[in-house]
């Protein structure tokens, strides 16, 4: 490797820790969290791994010993006190001085040590502990992509292909184990197999779970391995992921072999690196569908469509990470909660190799965290009392996560004490959040979900670690913000358990074409609750807003070209079609003259200055390359103030 | 068992029964003398169990095809049926769709390689 083609990257990188660093210092003073210290944690010893693959000796020892503080702020061996935090920060501010002098000179200048034997006096016993803290994995939240492998001699004579097969049994199918190896056979059957996890032995020992994930090489092409391992019975997902592209290329000379086929290496690039691939794609695209309206009947046309297609694919690939780069770290969480609690708490994971939107992902890591905090803290009893209640003494997290066909299901669950619905409902009449006549008309699922309104909380004694009731009205609205939805059940006694349900990608989301005074606005259809026709004869008029009220509760009417003109509507013709959606528990039909059609957008942002108008979440662009606005929903509930 | 999976098979009108066997000695001995192109076989069996049949006929004809039959609690007698050679199996209970999915795709074989 050529360090000084990384360097600007490693710097780069090495501001941005330093940066969450800082942040997370300061906000350590006012509330100290495990969260905090996990980002702590992650940043300084992410600055001591690239610096020393960047062989910078000083970078990497501060790195290290900034890690050691932390552990004795954590440990509480060291108080977080007027003087450690100027410690730390002036740790941090000599990683910066140290950074910019390599960034310029490719050395250090300024002197270090005094900091390190200073940190060394206040954490003595450190080295011990890092012995252990070695063997640690931390989570790193990186896009790693496979370079181009490497290879060496071959067996096959014809141009054959290398792809990495992800598949996954239906959780329905009866012996998944034996499935799991009848697919095995059926892809052995397309060419030669390797890396296969679980391996036979371990599918024969019991040991699948619902995925299963192999290199082949074959001479077939991805649609055709893909076709025939989905004809398989009970498989539900195949991912046929091209290792290569370039093996199109027969090969010349000597025929080459695959002995060493899997020297996987990786490379690291910036995520806006991808996006900006990604972006040059989507406008390809959008060529492409005016070049398919002019030259319909062109062979060569379909063919570049095709193409361009694969290619997006890959490229959002790019973006993808999998679960586990974010849950990493939750074992660590749950079990210090418990600790923290006296509480015995254990994590179990399944689907962790499910792969989303790395942006998704970090969107994710506040509601996991607040979910998993909620489990241990409200939701798993202490073990006297679960010994009494017959349990085992250490309470257990699920957390499953479950692809289905654009979205990505994550189910978090608690077998602990479970929601009491009668409860819930009471206090929330008492807080007035609902009505007592109103509550009679809401099942249990919705007044569950009471419990994610702002304001609402059940314990009289807030405590420390999952705060106090702001919270899951939180969590919710980040799903929410994501084209997400969150639900929750519980058996009282038993379990509660959330399930958020999120796009695996941002970018390309179905989306449905309104159009109001003669203009097309796009609306994510994840935002939409459902369509329908107002009449004019329905509506009530009340504080200069109009309103319906259908079965369902109060429905407020916006007329969309008003809201966007910022213009009041005086009147209403006698019927407008509309969306409605519902955010903050208000539901709003948003009355337009034409609902057009439903279908798949490409999200592009709004650059500057363009972001700084409200309303819209960005634009996309028609087959035809009309512009067309989409329409951010929360900022329009703000704009008209509810 | 047997005259579920044959009623299934024929309703489907894809599929001709030639031959039926009670135990494994028998159906090693009818496969032989009528060459099926598809062998739906029990795991458990008097005589000789369906692993063992299934071994046997596919030591005669490398290219037989044997669907076996099990019940949900015959996991790894499944895995081993496959590891010896089975295609595919069916899982009581089972529906005809079912039944004719699995039948299907092994009747159908793999894709042929290239070249």
Same mark, same amino acid.
């Not at chain 1, 003595?124 to 939240?141: M, S, V």
């Not at chain 1, 009205?473 to 929750?488: K, N, Q």
């Not at chain 2, 596919?58 to 037989?64: N, R």
């Given at each position: 490797?050529?360090?000084?083609?990384?360097?600007?990257?490693?710097?780069?990188?090495?501001?941005?820790?330093?940066?969450?660093?800082?942040?997370?210092?300061?906000?350590?003073?006012?509330?100290?969290?495990?969260?905090?210290?996990?980002?702590?944690?992650?940043?300084?010893?992410?600055?001591?791994?690239?610096?020393?693959?960047?062989?910078?000796?000083?970078?990497?020892? !501060?790195?290290?010993?900034?890690?050691?503080? @932390?552990?004795?702020?954590? +440990?509480?061996? #060291? %108080?977080? *006190? &007027?003087?450690?935090?100027?410690?730390?920060?002036?740790?941090?501010?000599?990683?910066?001085?140290?950074?910019?002098?390599?960034?310029?000179?490719?050395?250090?200048?300024?002197?270090?040590?005094?900091?390190?034997?200073?940190?060394?006096?206040?954490?003595?016993?450190?080295?011990?502990?890092?012995?252990?803290?070695?063997?640690?994995?931390?989570?790193?939240?990186?896009?790693?992509?496979?370079?181009?492998?490497?290879?060496?001699?071959?067996?096959?004579?014809?141009?054959?292909?290398?792809?990495?097969?992800?598949?996954?049994?239906?959780?329905?199918?009866?012996?998944?184990?034996?499935?799991?190896?009848?697919?095995?056979?059926?892809?052995?059957?397309?060419?030669?197999?390797?890396?296969?996890?679980?391996? !036979?032995?371990?599918?024969?020992?019991?040991? @699948?779970?619902?995925?299963? +994930?192999?290199? #082949? %090489?074959? *001479? &077939?092409?991805?649609?055709?391995?893909?076709?025939?391992?989905?004809?398989?019975?009970?498989?539900?997902?195949?991912?046929?992921?091209?290792?290569?592209?370039?093996?199109?290329?027969?090969?010349?000379?000597?025929?080459?072999?695959?002995?060493?086929?899997?020297?996987?290496?990786?490379?690291?690039?910036?995520?806006?690196?991808?996006?900006?691939?990604?972006?040059?794609?989507?406008?390809?695209?959008?060529?492409?569908?005016?070049?398919?309206?002019?030259?319909?009947?062109?062979?060569?046309?379909?063919?570049?469509?095709?193409?361009?297609?694969?290619?997006?694919?890959?490229?959002?690939?790019?973006?993808?990470?999998?679960?586990?780069?974010?849950?990493?770290?939750?074992?660590?969480?749950?079990?210090?909660?418990?600790?923290?609690?006296?509480?015995?708490?254990?994590?179990?994971?399944?689907?962790?190799?499910?792969?989303?939107?790395?942006?998704?992902?970090?969107?994710?890591?506040?509601?996991?965290?607040?979910?998993?905090?909620?489990?241990?803290?409200?939701?798993?009893?202490?073990?006297?009392?679960?010994?009494?209640?017959?349990?085992?003494?250490?309470?257990?997290?699920?957390?499953?996560?479950?692809?289905?066909?654009?979205?990505?299901?994550?189910?978090?669950?608690?077998?602990?004490?479970?929601?009491?619905?009668?409860?819930?409902?009471?206090?929330?009449?008492?807080?007035?959040?609902?009505?007592?006549?109103?509550?009679?008309?809401?099942?249990?699922?919705?007044?569950?979900?009471?419990?994610?309104?702002?304001?609402?909380?059940?314990?009289?004694?807030?405590?420390?670690?999952?705060?106090?009731?702001?919270?899951?009205?939180?969590?919710?609205?980040?799903?929410?913000?994501?084209?997400?939805?969150?639900?929750?059940?519980?058996?009282?006694?038993?379990?509660?358990?959330?399930?958020?349900?999120?796009?695996?990608?941002?970018?390309?989301?179905?989306?449905?074409?309104?159009?109001?005074?003669?203009?097309?606005?796009?609306?994510?259809?994840?935002?939409?609750?459902?369509?329908?026709?107002?009449?004019?004869?329905?509506?009530?008029?009340?504080?200069?807003?109009?309103?319906?009220?259908?079965?369902?509760?109060?429905?407020?009417?916006?007329?969309?070209?008003?809201?966007?003109?910022?213009?009041?509507?005086?009147?209403?013709?006698?019927?407008?079609?509309?969306?409605?959606?519902?955010?903050?528990?208000?539901?709003?039909?948003?009355?337009?003259?034409?609902?057009?059609?439903?279908?798949?957008?490409?999200?592009?942002?709004?650059?500057?200055?363009?972001?700084?108008?409200?309303?819209?979440?960005?634009?996309?662009?028609?087959?035809?390359?009309?512009?067309?606005?989409?329409?951010?929903?929360?900022?329009?509930?703000?704009?008209?103030?509810? | 068992?047997?005259?579920?999976?044959?009623?299934?098979?024929?309703?489907?009108?894809?599929?001709?029964?030639?031959?039926?066997?009670?135990?494994?000695?028998?159906?090693?001995?009818?496969?032989?003398?009528?060459?099926?192109?598809?062998?739906?076989?029990?795991?458990?069996?008097?005589?000789?169990?369906?692993?063992?049949?299934?071994?046997?006929?596919?030591?005669?004809?490398?290219?037989?095809?044997?669907?076996?039959?099990?019940?949900?609690?015959?996991?790894?007698?499944?895995?081993?049926?496959?590891?010896?050679?089975?295609?595919?199996?069916?899982?009581?209970?089972?529906?005809?769709?079912?039944?004719?999915?699995?039948?299907?795709?092994?009747?159908?074989?793999?894709?042929?390689?290239?070249?």
């Amino acid at each position: 490797m050529d360090p000084a083609r990384y360097r600007t990257l490693f710097v780069q990188e090495t501001r941005e820790h330093i940066q969450t660093m800082s942040e997370a210092v300061l906000r350590l003073i006012r509330e100290p969290s495990s969260s905090l210290y996990d980002n702590l944690f992650r940043a300084a010893h992410s600055i001591k791994g690239m610096a020393a693959s960047m062989s910078f000796q000083p970078l990497k020892e !501060i790195g290290h010993v900034m890690e050691d503080l @932390f552990e004795e702020i954590r +440990s509480g061996a #060291l %108080v977080v *006190n &007027h003087q450690t935090v100027k410690t730390l920060l002036g740790g941090l501010d000599l990683m910066e001085t140290l950074i910019g002098e390599f960034e310029h000179t490719g050395k250090s200048i300024s002197p270090y040590s005094e900091f390190v034997e200073s940190v060394r006096a206040i954490a003595p016993d450190a080295r011990l502990r890092d012995q252990q803290k070695a063997e640690e994995k931390r989570p790193n939240l990186e896009l790693i992509i496979p370079e181009r492998l490497q290879r060496t001699n071959a067996t096959l004579q014809e141009p054959s292909f290398l792809f990495r097969v992800d598949l996954e049994v239906s959780q329905s199918a009866p012996l998944p184990g034996a499935r799991a190896l009848v697919a095995v056979k059926s892809i052995e059957d397309l060419g030669r197999i390797s890396r296969l996890s679980p391996t !036979i032995e371990e599918i024969a020992a019991g040991k @699948f779970q619902s995925q299963l +994930s192999c290199y #082949l %090489v074959t *001479n &077939h092409g991805a649609a055709e391995l893909n076709e025939e391992l989905m004809a398989l019975t009970d498989i539900v997902r195949v991912v046929v992921t091209p290792i290569d592209p370039y093996t199109r290329q027969a090969p010349a000379g000597a025929p080459p072999t695959f002995k060493n086929p899997m020297r996987r290496t990786t490379v690291r690039v910036e995520t806006r690196a991808v996006d900006v691939v990604v972006e040059g794609i989507s406008e390809l695209m959008i060529l492409n569908a005016q070049l398919q309206e002019t030259l319909p009947d062109h062979p060569e046309t379909s063919r570049i469509g095709t193409l361009i297609q694969q290619i997006y694919d890959r490229a959002l690939h790019l973006r993808m990470l999998p679960f586990e780069a974010l849950s990493g770290n939750f074992a660590r969480i749950v079990y210090d909660l418990g600790q923290q609690l006296q509480k015995k708490a254990q994590i179990v994971i399944h689907g962790a190799d499910i792969q989303m939107d790395k942006s998704i992902l970090d969107e994710l890591a506040d509601p996991m965290i607040h979910l998993l905090r909620n489990g241990v803290d409200h939701g798993i009893e202490s073990p006297a009392d679960r010994v009494r209640r017959e349990k085992a003494e250490t309470g257990t997290i699920r957390v499953d996560v479950i692809r289905q066909g654009d979205r990505v299901i994550i189910q978090i669950q608690d077998d602990g004490r479970g929601l009491d619905s009668e409860f819930i409902r009471k206090v929330a009449i008492k807080k007035g959040l609902i009505t007592e006549r109103q509550s009679a008309a809401m099942n249990v699922h919705e007044i569950l979900m009471l419990i994610t309104r702002s304001g609402f909380s059940t314990r009289s004694n807030v405590t420390e670690v999952s705060g106090r009731g702001i919270g899951l009205d939180a969590v919710r609205a980040r799903i929410e913000s994501l084209g997400g939805s969150l639900r929750i059940a519980s058996e009282l006694g038993q379990f509660t358990r959330f399930e958020l349900m999120v796009p695996f990608t941002l970018a390309i989301v179905p989306a449905v074409l309104v159009s109001t005074s003669g203009r097309q606005f796009a609306v994510p259809l994840s935002r939409i609750d459902r369509f329908v026709r107002i009449f004019k004869q329905d509506l009530h008029s009340t504080q200069g807003r109009f309103v319906t009220f259908p079965e369902t509760g109060t429905l407020y009417i916006e007329q969309l070209n008003h809201v966007l003109d910022g213009t009041n509507a005086t009147d209403f013709p006698e019927e407008m079609p509309a969306f409605i959606t519902e955010h903050q528990s208000r539901k709003i039909a948003w009355c337009v003259d034409e609902l057009l059609e439903q279908k798949q957008i490409l999200l592009k942002p709004l650059g500057e200055p363009l972001n700084l108008v409200s309303c819209y979440s960005g634009v996309t662009v028609l087959g035809k390359g009309e512009i067309v606005p989409i329409l951010d929903i929360e900022e329009l509930y703000r704009e008209r103030s509810y | 068992m047997r005259s579920m999976i044959k009623d299934i098979l024929k309703n489907s009108g894809k599929y001709d029964i030639v031959g039926e066997a009670t135990n494994g000695q028998e159906a090693v001995d009818r496969f032989k003398e009528l060459l099926p192109d598809i062998i739906t076989m029990d795991i458990v069996m008097p005589i000789k169990d369906g692993i063992e049949a299934t071994r046997e006929i596919l030591q005669h004809d490398p290219k037989a095809r044997v669907v076996m039959c099990s019940a949900l609690g015959q996991e790894p007698l499944v895995i081993e049926s496959i590891a010896a050679g089975a295609k595919d199996f069916i899982v009581k209970p089972f529906t005809p769709e079912k039944v004719i999915q699995v039948m299907d795709h092994v009747a159908r074989g793999p894709i042929k390689r290239q070249g």
